[in-house]
């Protein structure tokens, strides 16, 4: 299982990716995509998950999109 930064914080927070998905309006499998490194979100997704789970962007996803 490949950790992600995303992950990592959803299980430190007691956070569920379907909780994600609900408070962002994100499809659950995007969420998922995301959270397992196999989809690159946009800079609008980003910033909602970044809210989400109360991390910085830069932190949760790196510099680069």
Known sequence: ??????????????????????RTGLNEATVSMIANGRYLPDENQRSMISEVVGEDQEELFGSEP
């Open 1 to 22: 299982m490949r950790l992600t930064k995303l992950k990592l914080v959803l299980l430190e927070k007691k956070m569920t990716q379907r909780e994600v998905a609900h």
